[in-house]
């Protein structure tokens, strides 16, 4: 038996470029984050992980906010094994979009890629066996999309009333979802097939208006039935990788894909350093008048640098084109260690011709650079 416990507190800046699209909306601001993980093994088979998170915003309320991302009990079995409480589920195999991903909510106030999530209530079972992996979730409570407040960046053209969400379903966020997914490996491939039904995680944005009479968005949560797949091949220093999903029960059936691959070139320049260069696509069927995405008909390039020094240093840049409009977006993120408990992290997106009719164009002033200091104790 034995208890363990890590964490980090950070500062981060961030600096827009532009002054901001709508009232209110600052040009710079400044956070502090705090993250606490707590593991206890009772037993050898019988275990308790706890993971905290807090955020607080200089300029948007919306941003400074706490979440319990994990609280689970975990027993091994011979053959099974059983997790109950606040749970984190990542399905994926692509760089810039995960389609499939569906179990945990986006923590859409942390950062523009979505992929902060929230804890998840649920139940987890798990059957390894040699032709592959059994896993079955029963999720009987939803947790809501957090948005940027109405003086927050990254905000829609109207605020979103996070406070009066509606549901299709009459249980509202106490619907039970259910998920059963299979994964196994096949020579030099990951394989990946679920199914989910219940509470969708992207919610469709009604107009609507609050009791003073002012817009504003509300979220609406339907019910709908996915299937999703996520694989990866490895051939040498290519990894193709891919994902699709259809679903069923918003409006319409609709099915989305992306695919790509990434190649390595390792010892650049008779260096220490690998270079590995990516390229994905991603085709969603939806109609963006019904339930708008960003990622319709989009091409994606990146680098990403491995410098393999003692410091951890990586670089990785992001070109994403949409093909239906002129919009092009490009990221940057590069990280580095500074002595044994810090790493640095810059962080920086450009919305360059954002297209009025993309649903990407509430974006197009927010160009921005973000610089974080993580202190791990």
Do not use: C
């Amino acid at each position: 038996m034995g208890l363990e416990m890590d964490g980090d507190l950070s500062l981060q800046g961030r600096l827009f470029l532009q002054d901001g699209a709508f009232s209110g909306q600052e040009d710079a601001s400044a956070s502090m984050a705090a993250n606490l993980d707590i593991y206890h093994d009772f037993t050898s088979d019988f275990s308790l992980t706890l993971a905290a998170f807090y955020r607080l915003d200089s300029s948007d309320s919306a941003r400074s906010h706490g979440d319990l991302r994990e609280a689970n009990l975990l027993y091994l079995a011979e053959n099974w094994q059983l997790s109950v409480g606040l749970g984190r589920v990542f399905w994926g195999a692509t760089e810039f979009v995960h389609l499939v991903d569906i179990i945990n909510q986006t923590d859409q106030v942390e950062s523009l890629d979505g992929e902060e999530k929230l804890g998840q209530p649920m139940v987890h079972l798990v059957i390894p066996k040699e032709w592959g992996t059994m896993e079955g979730f029963l999720m009987p409570w939803f947790r809501e999309r957090t948005f940027p407040g109405e003086n927050g960046r990254f905000r829609s053209p109207l605020p979103v009333d996070t406070d009066h969400p509606v549901y299709e379903s009459s249980s509202e966020e106490h619907h039970l979802d259910l998920a059963l997914r299979y994964s196994t490996s096949l020579a030099n491939s990951d394989i990946g097939l679920y199914y989910f039904n219940g509470t969708a995680r992207d919610p469709v944005l009604l107009f609507s208006f609050n009791q003073a009479g002012e817009p504003l968005l509300s979220p609406y949560y339907e019910q709908i039935g996915q299937s999703g797949l996520d694989l990866q091949l490895v051939a040498g220093e290519w990894l193709f990788k891919g994902e699709a999903l259809y679903r069923i029960g918003q409006s319409r059936s609709f099915a989305a894909t992306t695919f790509g691959f990434e190649y390595t070139l390792p010892g650049l320049g008779d260096s220490l350093m690998d270079l590995g260069l990516i390229a994905e696509y991603v085709y969603d069927d939806r109609d963006n008048g019904w339930l708008p995405t960003i990622y319709d008909n989009d091409l994606m390039g990146g680098l990403r640098l491995s410098v393999n020094d003692m410091d951890d240093s990586t670089i990785l840049l992001g070109v994403i084109k949409d093909l239906n409009y002129s919009s092009t977006i490009i990221g940057l993120e590069a990280s580095r260690r500074l002595g044994d408990n810090i790493r640095l992290n810059l962080d920086a997106s450009f919305f360059l011709d954002i297209s009025p009719q993309d649903p990407a164009y509430s974006l197009a002033r927010d160009d921005f650079f973000s610089l974080e200091l993580i202190w791990y104790f």
